[in-house]
């Protein structure tokens, strides 16, 4: 149906594609094997890194680094630098893996989109054919028609929104 709507991606992934996408995920875990997983409870309550959050960190460190006598020997400052630039690193990569996130959504979203937009021309087709008594329709129609029926109390209602022809 891509000659009746706008049909802004017509393309799938060869396995061979998906199959090399995995694994470079699977590379990226294996390289980053400390990556770990919060609670929703814990995300909630750690404290975040923030711009003003992260000058003062720094500022901490550089204070710490230039006066170790001023330090108890049960706070120590290089895991306080190894957090920081484990941050400032994960910062960047996250950067690109959200772009890349945003993009793997929004594609799949016009994908998604266009197939249902299509979907629902055709049962509209389908619609006018069984009205016709086009031999075969009225079945394609009530199993489509599946699909907005609600409840067995409430009539099918079925969404119909103009696609662009």
């Not at 400390?34 to 404290?47: A, K, M």
């Not at 069984?130 to 609600?150: M, N, S, Y």
Request: glycine share 4%; aromatic share 6%; net charge negative.
């Amino acid at each position: 149906m891509s000659n009746l709507t706008n049909n802004r991606i017509n393309v799938t992934a060869t396995a061979a594609q998906i199959t090399a996408v995995k694994a470079a995920f699977q590379t990226i875990l294996t390289n980053l094997p400390f990556l770990i997983g919060l609670t929703i409870d814990e995300r909630s309550s750690l404290p975040k890194m923030n711009v003003n959050n992260k000058a003062f960190v720094e500022d901490a460190i550089n204070a710490g680094i230039n006066n170790v006598a001023l330090i108890p020997s049960y706070l120590s400052v290089p895991p306080m630098q190894n957090d920081n630039i484990l941050f400032n690193q994960l910062d960047e990569l996250e950067g690109i893996a959200n772009q890349l996130c945003e993009r793997i959504q929004d594609t799949r979203i016009l994908a998604g989109s266009e197939a249902y937009v299509s979907a629902l021309a055709l049962y509209r087709l389908f619609g006018a054919a069984a009205d016709a008594g086009v031999p075969g329709a009225d079945a394609i129609v009530d199993h489509l028609k599946e699909r907005f029926t609600q409840t067995a109390t409430t009539t099918p209602t079925p969404v119909t929104p103009t696609p662009t022809l």
